[in-house]
């Protein structure tokens, strides 16, 4: 068991200040992920956990206790790295073996610890062997297994799989998800750039930013109720259209004209003074769908991506702004050129106001987060001529406590 503490952590090289006001507790047995763009402190944070790394300001405990000053040996951590660097040399037991030599084991200790591992990570047939005969998925299980020998309380993950290919990350991000539930009292953090890791392996992710934390949450509950334009851009992919606009009619349905024409309903609640407030439309592509009645969004299609599941539509890919991307379930051919009218649920909507989100403007009052469960799709194709209708909504109040299913990943 190992909650951590982070309070004001603060890293600095020279005058370069890279992270700033770290204020984040996790709890023990959590699985929590770190995501940010690259260069945002993600490694140097988890490097000064591990204590590889100095801490320039503020405090780290773990189990209440201070480990500024602990040297890493001592703080009952192990870290993995992308690059697994074994020794060449030494088979696969004798690699996860190696640092309980050091630390003095007996050798039925070092071999109880390593047969336990061999086991958990599917290593047991190639104990034997040397690095060079193994896969890359084995190779980095095996760095897997020097950690997981250690018997460590918190487990800190660098990208661990983005040295493997497509296939090999989704096995072995199955294998570290069912390592994790086999050892439910033990800490684990992860960095990631890969969404699906993130979204599928997370208790909680820390989306990190400009040298802080721009939100930390359940994943879809950054993927439904992203704080800011910078997280509800940052997590999905292709990522949220922001959609200049303003206010037109305010109450618990908020009316959003848009500058391209276009009008929104948007579930989210506005006060009187608001009318006229020049807000961002945030609208997922997924979310998107074909109408015939009010559209949010009506564009000629530049160009399209088929992707067999999805097909991915592109408009204003000539003009200087951001395009805006639809995605729609299924093939849709014979679009190039046609134009498109889309709207969407008005609970799938976001609205933003210089950047912020107006659904936290009232934080205090916003309720406990619970997923938004999807109605059967089937509205795609242009036959859905009731979708645009103003506050109809098939998933709005069809929700489902949280923590009772387990949520899945958005589609992507
Ligand atoms: N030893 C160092 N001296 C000076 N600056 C450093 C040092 N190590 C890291 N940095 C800077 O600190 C910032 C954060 O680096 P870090 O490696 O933590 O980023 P990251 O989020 O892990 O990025 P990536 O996703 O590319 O791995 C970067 O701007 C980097 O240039
Ligand atoms: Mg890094």
Redesign the pocket.
Known sequence: MADLKLEGVA?S??D?Q??SDIDLTIASGEFIV?V????????????MIAGL?RISGGTLQIDGQRMNDIPPSQRGIAMVF?SYALYPHMTVRDNMAFALKIAGQSRDQIREATDRAGKMLQLTPYLDRLPKALSGGQRQRVAIGRAIVRDPKVYLF??PLSNLDAALRVATRIEIAQLKASMPDRTMIY?T?DQTEAMTLADRIVV?AGGGIAQVGAPLELYERPVNEFVAQFIGSPAMNLLPGKVTAVGDMTTVALDGGGVAQVAIPTREGDQGMAVNLGVRPEDMRETDGDAIFEGQVDLTEALGEVTLLYFGTNQDSVPVIAKLPGIHTGLNGKTVRLTADPHALHLFHDGQSLLYRDGADLPPYRPRTTAAAGSVGGADGAASMPGRSDTGDDRIEGGTIKPEGPAR
């Open positions: 890293k090289y020279g370069v890279v992270l770190f940010g763009p690259s260069g945002c402190g993600k490694s140097t944070l988890l490097r790394e992308q660098d990208e960095v750039h990190l």
